[in-house]
């Protein structure tokens, strides 16, 4: 293991600069996206469909931008991935393993595949199964695991060469509430020595370890810096109010409703407007999913209004 001071001496910038990905149909998935990204975890955060998986790809190198640079320590990497590869760990949205090999069996594979042999890759897998919590699972197959257990030896495995970038694409679908805070915890270690890409859709995965956050939709940037920062645009634009369950159908074509939890008293909603929606409306502190969902909509909205012109 490096040790902490050479680690961070080392430590280098990932710069996404005006990048580009259009596939072979014409569909332009990541639109001119830059950024910069030094050390802690940015939660890159969006819908469906947004271009977090094609952007993860080409900073991954799987895939090359159609236009713009990535650099890395101020090398480009697609031309010299190299560099980049030896420091990467990447969890892939769609990870997928060898069903007949035992979770030991498969990382010390893939260990090879990256360098590691001997004593310090059984050491370093030993370690990866421990932090996983996987160290008693022995030979049992990996297609008689649990998506879940899956999952977690993806996370094993991203993590094999001590990466200084580690990049996940929606690591914790198929996690149980346990799991998943159990990963969001190692991540947000992780996150103190390295840069640490979390891709999701996930608000409260962003929530619990992000200090930085990316919005993209529709291949787009749509906002960069702080959670805190995101959420304070959207003061004084949050109403709760409790509707009958007869009427919420009116009330969600009318007006954007982030949020209904079926209360004995009706429905307890919660309406992003400028103006209290109706009478009896409260304001209330907005929070993340309130911020988010106001940006991607009101991005959504411009989009199709520029369509319909
Ligand atoms: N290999 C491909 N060929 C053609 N189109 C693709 C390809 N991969 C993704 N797309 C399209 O690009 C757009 C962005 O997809 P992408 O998977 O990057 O988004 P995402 O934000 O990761 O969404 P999700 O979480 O649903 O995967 C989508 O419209 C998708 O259909």
New binding site residues.
């Given amino acids: 293991m490096r040790n902490a001071f050479v680690r961070l001496e080392s430590l280098v910038q990932l710069d996404i600069n005006r990048v580009i ?1 259009t ?3 014409g ?1 332009r ?2 639109d001119d996206v830059s950024l910069r990204v030094g050390p802690g975890v940015l939660g890159l955060l ?12 080409v900073l991954a190198t799987i895939t090359r931008p159609t236009a713009g640079t990535v650099t890395w320590d101020g090398v480009d990497v697609a031309r010299h991935p190299d560099g980049l590869r030896r420091v990467l760990g990447y969890l892939p ?1 769609d990870f997928g393993v060898y069903p007949n090999l035992s979770a030991p069996e498969f990382l010390h594979y893939l260990a090879a595949a990256k360098g590691l042999s001997g004593r310090s890759a059984r050491a370093r897998v030993q370690e990866l199964l421990n932090l996983v919590n996987l160290a008693d699972v022995g030979r049992r197959p990996l297609g008689k695991f649990s998506g879940g257990m899956r999952q977690r030896v993806g996370i094993a495995q991203a993590l094999l060469n001590d990466p200084l970038l580690l990049i996940v ?2 690591p914790t679908v198929g996690l149980d509430p346990e799991e998943r805070m159990r990963f969001r915890n190692l991540l947000g270690d992780l996150g103190s020595d390295r840069v640490v890409i979390l ?1 999701t ?1 996930i608000v409260p995965d962003v929530e619990a370890v992000a200090d930085d956050l990316a919005i ?1 939709a529709g ?1 787009r940037l749509l906002h960069r810096g702080p959670p805190g920062d995101l959420v304070r645009a959207a003061d004084g634009q949050v109403w709760e109010l409790v509707v009958q369950a007869a009427d919420l159908s009116a009330l969600r074509d009318r007006y954007e409703v982030t949020r209904a939890v079926r209360t004995p008293d009706g429905v307890r909603v919660r309406v992003l407007h400028p103006e209290a929606p109706a009478h009896g409306a409260v304001a209330v502190p907005p929070d993340l999913e309130d911020a988010y969902v106001r940006i991607v909509r009101s991005a959504g909205r411009i989009a199709t209004s520029a369509v319909a012109r």
């Fill in positions: 990905k596939y072979r149909e569909h998935a990541v969006g819908p469906n469909g947004a271009g977090k998986s094609s952007l993860m790809r949205q694409d929606e891709s859709h993209l291949g």
